[in-house]
């Protein structure tokens, strides 16, 4: 794909930036949500969002 033919979908470059943003934090958030339904301690629900998100991203 060109990257002209992308304005197709996109009328700016700051719409594609806003479009990968929230789908970043979209993703980040149904993320951290599973994870603090977890029953486990805090600390460790922390820890594993902290590696979570570093591998995500």
Same mark, same amino acid.
């Given at each position: 794909? =060109?990257? %002209? ?7 700016? /470059?700051?719409a ?8 970043? !934090?979209? =993703?980040? %958030? ?7 339904? /977890? ?10 969002? !902290? ?7």
């Open positions: 794909m =060109s990257r %002209a033919n992308v304005y197709r979908f996109f009328p700016s /470059r700051d594609i930036k806003e479009s990968i943003c929230r789908r970043v !934090l979209n =993703s980040t %958030a149904e993320l951290a949500l599973t994870i603090a339904r /977890r029953s486990t301690p805090p600390s460790e629900k922390l820890e594993e969002l !902290l590696t979570a998100v570093h591998h995500h991203n």
